[in-house]
């Protein structure tokens, strides 16, 4: 009903910078929840970034500062702008669509329909 489309992942140098999007399609984009998660080789799944419908953004302390989640209605797509990377952000990056009508989440339990996920590597 809701398909997620990741692009942007790759690979840079500590200190650099990417742009991660997801483009959104069936259902009403607007009306939706939006998040960011990722998993690194041997651990769960984590939150990163989420953005409700209404705009109120919430981070993960360690990507405060560093980490920017925006979305563009009008064209069905998130965003993570990612500055400052080091090493520990290399994992897979997931977005994420809530259809709920409840507050914004930070658990994968929460959220309704996933992208196929995107790789992160950030050399050391």
């Known amino acids: 009903q809701v398909q997620l489309v990741e692009s942007g992942g790759g690979l840079v140098h500590t200190g650099g910078s990417l742009r991660l999007s997801c483009a959104a399609s069936?259902?009403?984009?607007?009306?939706?929840?939006m998040g960011w998660f990722r998993q690194a080789p041997g651990k769960e799944r984590e939150f990163v970034a989420v953005i409700s419908w209404l705009g109120t953004t919430y981070y993960q302390d360690s990507v405060k500062g560093r980490f920017t989640i925006s979305r563009d209605n009008a064209k069905n797509t998130l965003y993570l702008r990612m500055n400052s990377l080091k090493f520990e952000d290399t994992a897979v990056y997931y977005c994420?669509?809530?259809?709920?009508?409840?507050?914004?989440?930070?658990?994968?339990?929460?959220?309704?329909?996933w992208g196929q996920g995107t790789q992160v590597t950030v050399s050391s």
């Open positions: 994420a669509a809530d259809l709920g009508e409840g507050g914004i989440g930070v658990t994968p339990f929460e959220y309704d329909y």
């Open positions: 069936g259902g009403t984009f607007s009306r939706y929840h």
